[in-house]
Antibody, heavy 117, light 108 residues
Framework: EVKLVESGGGLVQPGGSLKLSCAASGFTFSSYTMSWVRQTPEKRLEWVAY????????YYPDTLKGRFIISRDNAKNTLYLQMSSLKSEDTAMYYCARSVVAHFDYWGQGTTLTVSS | DILLTQSPAILSVSPGERVSFSCRAS??????IHWYQQRTNGSPRLLIKYASESISGIPSRFSGSGSGTDFTLSINSVESEDIADYYC??????????FGAGTKLELK
């Protein structure tokens, strides 16, 4: 059974940093590209980051470039999202999702980030 | 960026009815549209890929159609477990992927 379990969310002050993790199981992690997708309090879904199966290629929406970094450790079957210079508009539920080319076939349960003073 | 407009924002149906969700793209995206269901307090679940391709494990009452700029997700005979939010997502501008704002399906 494919399982994705996110962790690391919490309350962060504006300008702060946080690193999310996603533990994967039930499939050959190193064979799949992975992404982070967030859902705002208004329930909008936004793609946040993409990483190739080997980790050599990463992509971000232009609005997030430079603040978010996606990475992975295939030996640990874990995906990461390092977030910095956080803003209130980054407040959201963050999902890790397995990517199949350009859509998402499995999603985790999500971890919540709140950016507030 | 490619914008996806979903309409209506809310759909009210009775069990057993057929329902259709609309997703319109701001430019021609071929069949690069995918549909997701999100139940209350749940994570999104892939229902249809590439406009009309079925997904293993998804009930056959779900189907998709369309190409170019206009796309439709249909549920043949709505069941109570289908009450959820439905989102479309485009992949024509990969790696930049965007979602529609969603349509909420509720019971009359």
């Amino acid at each position: 059974e494919v399982k994705l379990v996110e962790s690391g969310g919490g309350l962060v002050q504006p300008g702060g940093s946080l690193k999310l993790s996603c533990a994967a199981s039930g499939f050959t992690f190193s064979s799949y590209t992975m992404s982070w997708v967030r859902q705002t309090p208004e329930k909008r879904l936004e793609w946040v980051a993409y990483i190739s199966n080997g980790g050599g290629s990463t992509y971000y929406p232009d609005t997030l470039k430079g603040r978010f970094i996606i990475s992975r450790d295939n030996a640990k079957n874990t995906l990461y999202l390092q977030m910095s210079s956080l803003k209130s508009e980054d407040t959201a539920m963050y999902y890790c999702a397995r990517s199949v080319v350009a859509h998402f076939d499995y999603w985790g349960q999500g971890t919540t980030l709140t950016v507030s003073s | 960026d490619i914008l996806l407009t979903q309409s209506p924002a809310i759909l009210s149906v009775s069990p057993g009815e057929r329902v259709s969700f609309s997703c319109r793209a701001s430019q021609n995206i071929g069949t690069s549209i995918h549909w997701y269901q999100q139940r209350t307090n749940g994570s999104p679940r892939l229902l249809i890929k590439y406009a009309s391709e079925s997904i293993s494990g998804i009930p056959s009452r779900f189907s998709g159609s369309g190409s170019g700029t206009d796309f439709t997700l249909s549920i043949n005979s709505v069941e109570s477990e289908d009450i959820a939010d439905y989102y479309c997502q485009q992949s024509n501008s990969w790696p930049t992927l965007t979602f529609g704002a969603g349509t909420k399906l509720e019971l009359k």
